[in-house]
Structure formats: C-alpha cells, structure tokens
C-alpha cells in the first residue's frame, strides 16, 4: 500500500494505491491552504479506502519544482508520517509526476512537462518512453520553446501543466493537456518502483521572499 502525495502547485491531492490499483483518491484546485487541507483530506482518503494508516507500507510525495511553500508542507507531512509509522519515503519530481499526465507517456510518446514559474520562467523537463532527456530547468520562455526544438527535432509531442499554455504559440502543434498540479495516483504509481531515499526539496531558482530591511 502506497499514499501518494502533491501539495507542489495549484491544487492538493492524495491516493492510496494498492498494487496497481487505485483504492482511493481526492483532489482539490486551491492556491492557498494546503497545509489545512492536507491532512484532513489524507484521513478522509484513508477512510473511503477502509484503512487504517498503518496498512501502509510507504510514503510518497513531491518534491518540486513548484510552490516553496507548498512543497514544504507536503514534505513535512510526509517525513513526520513516515517517521510516526516507521515506513520508507520516496519523493518524486513534479515534472515528473505530471509527465504521467499524458495519455501516451509509456507508449513512446515525447512529453514536456511544463510549469509557470511566473517572472516569465518556465520550469521544464522531458521524457520519452517514461526515461528523461534532460534535467528539471528553470528557463525562459524563449529558451523552453528552443529545447522543444532541440529535442524533438520535429516529432509530435504533449505539453503538459500549467506552462503549456505559454508555449503553445511558440510551439505550434503540440497537443496541450493543462494541469493545476501533480495527480496522487501517478505519483503513487512511480513511487511504488522506486528506492526509498531521504526527501530533498527540488529548488530551482531562490526564494522570493524578501527579508524587511
């Protein structure tokens, strides 16, 4: 048993994933209040599963690109309930995570997970047939729209997440899937063949915050 966990974007979602099997989920769009909602929504989801948490056998949650905020409080959640029930935790990419998204992703498709990182960034990466082609990046629009070029040399590809919007004029063609955030159950899937390994927080340009002077 796994449960999946995303608070990284614009929304907060949880699954719990038997096997290959989708026992229960639940996703809300929110831009704000993931800490409240967390869990609340990981009890309720627990609950419609028929459950108790310590059926669980690992922990998975995201662990960005995205809101610093947002996927800090996933990571605590999940850290202080792997640490409460003494499972492993496997953190997974946002990108990534959103990758699964698209339709085709494990049947050779080429897909470019795309977020908006506001001040005219894009937090990129892209796969085909589920195995990177590049790094997580942080990158203008300009130069996401080049290594869209550059890497699919002009095979069909899926934009997926909130940034695939910003490129869909400068990459004419592509099919857009829009996303508020990474889905639980994707990020449960992925993170059921994964080595457990100690949660970091994917940060990819500073804070925004600003000390007062």
Not at 10 to 36: F, K, N
């Amino acid at each position: 048993m796994v449960l999946g966990l995303d608070t990284c974007l614009s929304s907060c979602s949880v699954a719990v994933l038997d096997g290959g099997r989708v026992v229960a989920s639940a996703r809300e769009v929110m831009a704000r209040g993931h800490q409240e909602r967390l869990a609340p929504m990981a009890q309720a989801v627990m609950a419609q599963a028929g459950l108790a948490f310590d059926r669980l056998e690992r922990i998975a949650v995201t662990v960005g690109p995205g809101s610093f905020t947002g996927l800090r409080v996933g990571i605590a959640f999940a850290k202080g309930l792997a640490l409460a029930l003494d499972l492993p935790a496997v953190g997974i990419g946002t990108l990534e995570a959103l990758a699964a998204e698209a339709p085709f992703a494990k049947e050779g498709g080429l897909v470019f997970p795309a977020i908006d990182a506001r001040r005219g960034q894009l937090y990129l990466q892209a796969f085909e047939d589920g195995h990177a082609l590049m790094a997580p990046d942080a990158l203008a629009a300009e130069t996401a729209a080049a290594r869209l070029a550059e890497l699919s040399q002009g095979r069909p590809f899926t934009l997926v997440g909130s940034g695939a919007a910003l490129l869909a004029d400068l990459a004419p063609g592509a099919r857009l899937i829009p996303a508020e955030g990474a889905d639980a159950r994707h990020v449960a899937r992925l993170a059921a063949a994964r080595d457990p390994a100690p949660l970091k927080p994917l940060y990819l340009r500073a804070l925004d915050a600003k000390l007062p002077a």
